[in-house]
């Protein structure tokens, strides 16, 4: 379903076996937002507060909207979905409007989880002392959104998963305590963890003996997990093209090659 913006999915079909490494992270997460869903009673008698929202802080790619779809599978709970740039620039005038349904529909649909991704394009420390309509509409956006974080009950089940790979802008009004007050970071995966990320997605493909997922791995550093399981489908690809059903390691070292020029492509400015 499409609501004006919001993506509503319910209980998304990602498990936590389907995402590669980050061990650290799905503990942390699942601490902050699994447990004060499924087992509210544990914070209570302890006396605490369960988290409110969580800040996932890392480059695109990473897993980051992957490990909160996985969440949400396995609470079954509804996976509302928002992108911050959609709510301030398609639907000018409409952000603080977004926001408040955004939530009205979370606590309509709860057990919820409310995904923000690109969370910076709301909460931009920039937007504060700026002057022009279009910071104005994201300052209106912001202001809705922090009443909204304050006047949320911690305890209900409906929690807030926010993601942004510009930590460094974000306004520090989203990070006071009773707001995003915890923050997992989402690094690059290191050799081991793309070894995981590339089993993961070669689960279901015929692959030639010959090829070796940590041979990939040692030859793909500083790429992220989207584009590992591009290389794998761009292999698979290759294999299709050719007319073979088995997958070889010469269709991984020319997806890898494609992906990787694909990257440059990308950062190039146009001629
Ligand atoms: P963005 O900041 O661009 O939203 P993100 O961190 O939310 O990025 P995801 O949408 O979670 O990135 O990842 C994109 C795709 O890359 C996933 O759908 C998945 O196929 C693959 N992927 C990323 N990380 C992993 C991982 N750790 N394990 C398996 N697949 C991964």
């Known amino acids: 379903t499409l609501i004006s913006g919001m993506e509503v999915e319910t209980a998304p079909n990602v498990s936590y076996a389907d995402i590669g490494g980050l061990e650290l992270q799905k ?3 699942r601490e902050a937002a699994e447990l004060p869903l499924l087992k509210p009673d544990l914070f209570a008698k302890v006396g605490i507060e369960p988290p409110k929202g969580v800040l996932l802080v890392g480059p695109p790619g990473t897993g980051k909207t992957l ?3 996985a969440v949400s599978h396995e609470t079954n709970a509804a996976f509302i979905r928002v992108v911050g740039s959609e709510l301030v620039q398609k639907y000018i005038g ?3 409007r ?5 939530f009205a529909l979370a606590r309509d649909k709860a057990p919820a989880i409310i995904f923000i991704d690109e969370i910076d394009a709301i909460g931009s420390s920039r937007s504060n002392d700026a002057y022009s309509a279009g910071d104005h509409e994201v300052n209106r956006t912001l202001m809705q959104l ?3 974080l304050d006047g949320f009950n911690t305890r209900g089940n ?4 926010a993601a942004t ?3 460094d802008i974000l306004d520090q009004a989203l990070l006071r305590p009773g707001r995003f007050d915890r ?3 989402f690094p690059l995966p290191d050799e081991a963890g793309r070894a995981m990320i590339l089993a993961i997605h070669t689960k279901n493909m015929h692959l030639a003996k010959s090829v070796s997922l940590e041979k990939i791995a040692a030859e793909t550093p500083n790429m992220n997990g989207s584009e590992l399981m591009a290389i794998c489908v761009e292999a698979g690809m290759n294999a299709v093209r050719n007319g073979r059903t088995r997958v070889s390691g010469e269709d991984f070292a020319k997806a890898i090659e494609a992906v990787r020029k694909g990257r440059t492509e990308k950062i190039m400015p146009l001629p």
């Open 27 to 29: 503990t942390l997460l």
């Open 98 to 102: 977004l926001v408040r349904e955004l």
């Open 146 to 148: 922090l009443s909204e």
């Open 158 to 161: 409906v929690k807030i998963i």
């Open 94 to 96: 409409e952000g603080a």
């Open 183 to 185: 923050i997992i970071e």
């Open 67 to 69: 490990l909160a779809k």
């Open 165 to 167: 790979n510009r930590m």
